[in-house]
């Protein structure tokens, strides 16, 4: 069974950083496209990030793009996303995907496994 589980969540000033973390148990994290999406009160989830099987391949929403940064290690099984420059709009929780397809511009219901998300307040 896969599991995914998010961490490095928290209470942020604006203007700092954060890394999450999601660590996948169970086999084939390798052969997964991985991805992060946010949810704001409110508000649908959003998609932030994807990076392909051996990270070669990453794509971002434009809003994010030159502040977040998603990176793998298959060796750990494990999915990051660095978040710089945050501020009040990145408040959210923030959610991995794993999905064993190819594509990384996929829509949140195509993604085959979620995590339980982390939560990330970033304060005035």
């Known amino acids: 069974q896969v599991q995914l589980v998010e961490s490095g969540g928290g209470l942020v000033q604006t203007g700092g950083s954060l890394r999450l973390a999601c660590t996948v148990s169970g086999r084939g994290f390798s052969s997964y496209v991985m991805a992060w999406f946010r949810q704001a009160p409110g508000e649908n989830s959003f998609f932030l990030a994807s990076?392909?099987?051996?990270?070669?391949?990453?794509h971002y929403t434009n809003s994010v793009k030159g502040r977040f940064t998603i990176s793998r290690d298959n060796n750990k099984n494990t999915v990051y996303l660095q978040m710089n420059n945050l501020n009040a709009q990145d408040t959210a929780v923030y959610y991995c995907?794993?999905?064993?397809?190819?594509?990384?511009?996929?829509?949140?219901?195509?993604?085959?496994?979620w995590g339980q998300g982390t939560r990330v307040t970033v304060s005035l």
């Open positions: 990076i392909s099987q051996n990270g070669a391949n990453t």
């Open positions: 995907a794993a999905n064993r397809g190819l594509s990384l511009l996929l829509r949140p219901d195509e993604y085959d496994y």
